[in-house]
Each structure stands twice: as structure tokens, then as C-alpha cells.
């Protein structure tokens, strides 16, 4: 079977992943530093690199969920086809919570059509069955 994953998409996983993995180990590091002080003497605020870490963390989960989506993530599909198997286990739960709400509720399914007839004299809505019209009582 032909992988429809580009390989543009996959080096951006990676990068994504790498970032995220970077991000990680920075956001670690406050809990060492807070742990240990700071063990360097540097004198910097340790809270810093858990900052730097979570933003970078975000930045990474951006990239890899982009990569993963492709376009279709972003509004645009891509790969309709891949798409859509993304969102299968999604739509058939809807689907299913769906008819289960409409079992429930038993809507009519078919709605009794109704028709209006409008008055010659004061345009007023009548029923199709209605002789006189109930507002000016002309005869219809
Ligand atoms: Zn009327």
C-alpha cells in the first residue's frame, strides 16, 4: 500500500516531536533546580526555563498535530480520503447518540404539511380547509 503521508509532513513530525522532547526536558529541569537550588550558583530564577519549556512543549504539540492533520487540520483537506477515516469513530458516535436522541424524542418523521390559504380581503393566513376567513370573515 502507498503511504499518502508526505515526507514533508513527516519531517515536520520530527521536528515537532524534537521540540516537544526539548520542551520537556527544560520543563524537568525546574523541578530539579527546585529540588537542588541552584546547584550552578548562577543565580538566575529557575522558573525561567519551565516557561521557556512549556512554551515550547505547545509550540511542538502545534507542529506534530499539524503534521499529523496536514491541511485538513487547518480548514483545507488534503486527503479527503484520510480525513475522513480521522473522523469515523467521531461521526458514527454521533451518528449513533444521534438516532438514539431521535428514537428517543420520536419525532414525526413526516411532518403534516401545512398549507395556508390568504385572504382576498385582508391577507390573512387561513387553513386550506377553511371556508371564511377567521379574521375579516370573507368567504374564501
Ligand atoms: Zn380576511
Known sequence: MKTEISQERKTFYTI???IT???FIFFLSVFAFAFLGDPFQMGFNFMAPG????TL???GQG???FARLGKAGSGLVLDPKQAREDLKPYSSQVGGMLSDVLDEVDLPLQA???VKVRCRQCQALNDEDARFCKHCGSVL
Open 16 to 18: 515537532g516531536l524534537i
Open 21 to 23: 522532547g526539548i520542551g
Open 51 to 54: 516557561f521557556i519549556g512549556f
Open 57 to 59: 512543549i505547545i509550540i
Open 63 to 65: 507542529i506534530m498535530t
Open 112 to 114: 403534516k404539511e401545512v
